[in-house]
């Protein structure tokens, strides 16, 4: 079992609706969450990151965890196309070693 | 400008040879990291450091060897290349507190043939 999962996708959602994205992992002792957004052909960004339970909105986008359920999800509200990517959950492992999950891919239908 | 130079941006090997990915940051990150992304695998680490001097294996560590000399620098080397190491390998960094805050490099295609 990976450490991190996710749902491949692809999750198809209409412009202006909202997109959830979803993800756990394995290790009760981690501490660090991040959602990092990857274009085709293109190297990840960071969009977010969350280190205690509840939720973190930066504009659009929403990060939520739950520790005790192991669970980190990202909404993306009025998704427009250009949110149209992979986006890969990464949790910090034991020894600091940062863990990905595989990734989900969006698309956003006009 | 700075970030994370990564050398070669494409390369293609013949199975056996030696090849070294080259990563150099600019932000005087402790961590740094290797990871290979594979479709339908998602991004799985090699090798990692969290501070000069010092590396640890990750999830796919077998086949790959890493050094860091320095803050700046941290090769990656396919000793005797094999085809399932065909791949895009990403470098990152980071600082360690708190960890996981990842800059990655453009990436580096390799194709072993």
């Known amino acids: 079992q990976k450490e991190v999962e996710q749902n491949s996708g692809p999750l198809s959602v209409p412009e202006g609706a909202i997109a959830s994205l979803n993800c756990t992992y394995s290790d009760r002792g981690s501490q660090s969450f991040f959602w990092y957004r990857q274009y085709s052909g293109k190297s990840p960004e960071l969009i977010m990151s969350i280190y205690s339970n509840g939720d973190k909105e930066d504009g659009r986008f929403t990060a939520q965890l739950n520790k005790a359920s192991q669970y980190v999800s990202l909404l993306i509200r009025d998704s427009q196309p250009s949110d149209s990517a992979t986006y890969l959950c990464a949790v910090n492992s034991r020894d600091d070693k940062i863990i990905f999950g595989k990734g989900t891919r969006l698309h956003i239908l006009p | 400008i700075a970030g994370i130079t990564q050398a070669p941006t494409s390369q293609i090997l013949a199975a056996g040879r030696r090849m070294t990915l080259r990563c150099t940051q600019d932000?005087?990150?402790?961590?740094m990291y290797w990871y290979r992304q594979d479709l339908g695998l998602g991004l799985r680490l090699i090798h990692y450091?969290?501070?000069?001097?010092?590396?640890g294996k990750g999830e796919v560590p077998d086949g790959y060897s890493v050094s860091r000399a320095n803050t700046d620098d941290f090769p990656l080397t396919l000793a005797s290349a094999v085809p399932s190491q065909t791949s895009v390998y990403f470098c990152?960094?980071?600082?360690?507190?708190?960890?996981?805050?990842?800059?990655f490099g453009e990436g580096s295609r390799l194709t072993v043939l």
């Open positions: 990152a960094s980071s600082t360690t507190r708190p960890p996981g805050e990842l800059f």
């Open positions: 932000m005087r990150h402790n961590a």
């Open positions: 450091s969290n501070t000069a001097g010092t590396t």
